[in-house]
Antibody, heavy 118, light 108 residues
Framework: EVHLVQSGTEVRKPGTTVRISCKGS????????MHWVKQAPGKGLEWVGL????????FYSKNFQGRVFLTAATSSDTAYMDVSDLTSDDTAVYYC???????????WGQGTLVTVSS | DIQMTQSPSSVSASVGDRVTISCQAS??????INWYQQKPGKAPKLLIY???NLQTGVPSRFSGSGSGTHFTFTIDGLQPEDIATYYC??????????FGQGTKVEIK
C-alpha cells in the first residue's frame, strides 16, 4: 500500500527558507512523479510543481518558479520542497502527492502546515 | 498556462438531489482532467480520473464527463457524507498542471 508521510509543522520568519520532506513507501519511489500542492488558509488547491525522482527533472508553476526548489533522493525514498524568501503569503498547508500516471494524484501526504510570521 | 474555470463556487442541495459541477479549460485538454473531494482538515481524495473513470472504491453516484474544454462532474443522489469541496484538475502534458477554484457542496 502506498503511503506518503510528510514532515511536521514549521514556523518561520519572513525572508527565511523552509524545507518540507515527504517520504514514500509501498512502491518503487523512482517510478512515480512527486507533486506538491499548496493550500492557503480558507483557499483552494494550487499546483506548485513536480519532480521526477528517476532523473531529478522538475516542472514548476510560474507562480513558484525561482523561489521553490524540488528535489528527490532515491536513496531514502524522500522528496523535498524548499521555499526561500518566505512571506506571509506562503503561510499554507503543503501537500505532496503521487500516482502511477503523470498527472493523476492517487495518493496524498497528510499535509505540512507552514506559518510565516515575524 | 492552462486555466481551469470551475462553477459554481458553492451549491446547496437536498439529500437525494443531483448536483452538477462544471469546469472549463482555457484550451483543449482532451480528457486529461481529474476530480477530487476534500473534506475539512483532510487531504484531497481522487474520485474521477481521465474525465470519466471512477477511481476504485468510489461510489457509483459520482460520475464525470466531457472532453476538450468543457467538463462536468455529477453526484447523482447527494448523501450527507458528500458534504465537501470538490476540485477539478487538468494535467495536459507538458506541465504546469492546475486546479479549478473549487465548489463547496452543502446540504439544504
Amino acid at each position: 500500500e502506498v503511503h506518503l508521510v510528510q514532515s511536521g509543522t514549521e514556523v518561520r520568519k519572513p525572508g527565511t527558507t523552509v524545507r518540507i520532506s515527504c517520504k514514500g513507501s509501498g512502491y518503487r519511489f523512482s517510478d512515480y512523479y512527486m507533486h506538491w500542492v499548496k493550500q492557503a488558509p480558507g483557499k483552494g488547491l494550487e499546483w506548485v510543481g513536480l519532480v521526477d525522482p528517476e532523473d531529478g527533472n522538475t516542472f514548476y508553476s510560474k507562480n513558484f518558479q525561482g523561489r521553490v526548489f524540488l528535489t528527490a533522493a532515491t536513496s531514502s525514498d524522500t522528496a523535498y520542497m524548499d521555499v526561500s524568501d518566505l512571506t506571509s503569503d506562503d503561510t499554507a498547508v503543503y501537500y505532496c502527492a503521487t500516482g502511477d500516471s503523470s498527472g493523476i494524484l492517487d495518493f496524498w501526504g497528510q499535509g505540512t502546515l507552514v506559518t510565516v510570521s515575524s | 498556462d492552462i486555466q481551469m474555470t470551475q462553477s459554481p463556487s458553492s451549491v446547496s442541495a437536498s439529500v437525494g438531489d443531483r448536483v452538477t459541477i462544471s469546469c472549463q479549460a482555457s484550451q483543449g485538454i482532451r480528457d486529461y482532467i481529474n476530480w477530487y473531494q476534500q473534506k475539512p482538515g483532510k487531504a484531497p481524495k481522487l474520485l474521477i480520473y481521465d474525465a470519466s473513470n471512477l477511481q476504485t472504491g468510489v461510489p457509483s453516484r459520482f460520475s464525470g464527463s466531457g472532453s476538450g474544454t468543457h467538463f462536468t462532474f455529477t453526484i447523482d443522489g447527494l448523501q450527507p457524507e458528500d458534504i465537501a469541496t470538490y476540485y477539478c484538475q487538468q494535467y495536459h502534458i507538458p506541465p504546469p498542471y492546475s486546479f479549478g477554484q473549487g465548489t463547496k457542496v452543502e446540504i439544504k
